[in-house]
């Protein structure tokens, strides 16, 4: 019931910034958790960032301090801003819906690049 179309990527120096935007085609008003993945060539996809439908949000070690997630449940779109960017961040960052309906829903991610 839900497409997801991120958007924002792009090429960065390192400490630069990058916000990330997720737009959902249908509402996110029920939906409590939306997530913000990253996977890197060759490595596994990792989960970066959650947020509930009450503005609650967690981040993974590696990001915590950097990144902000935020939804705008009216506009049905989800953010990610990302500040002081290192090499390391580089990777294709993916949207996740994982209890949408009941369905597992992922967008087709946007590549972010960061350079030394």
């Known amino acids: 019931q839900v497409q997801l179309v991120e958007s924002g990527g792009g090429l960065v120096q390192a400490g630069g910034s990058l916000r990330l935007s997720c737009v959902a085609s249908?509402?996110?008003?029920?939906?409590?958790?939306v997530n913000w993945h990253r996977q890197a060539p060759g490595k596994q996809r990792v989960l970066v960032a959650t947020i509930t439908s009450g503005g609650f949000a967690n981040y993974a070690d590696s990001v915590k301090g950097r990144f902000t997630i935020s939804r705008d449940n009216a506009k049905n779109t989800v953010y990610l801003q990302m500040n002081s960017l290192k090499p390391e961040d580089t990777a294709v960052y993916y949207c996740?819906?994982?209890?949408?309906?009941?369905?597992?829903?992922w967008g087709k991610g946007t590549l972010v690049t960061v350079s030394s």
């Open positions: 996740n819906i994982p209890n949408g309906y009941g369905m597992n829903y």
């Open positions: 249908g509402s996110i008003f029920s939906i409590n958790v």
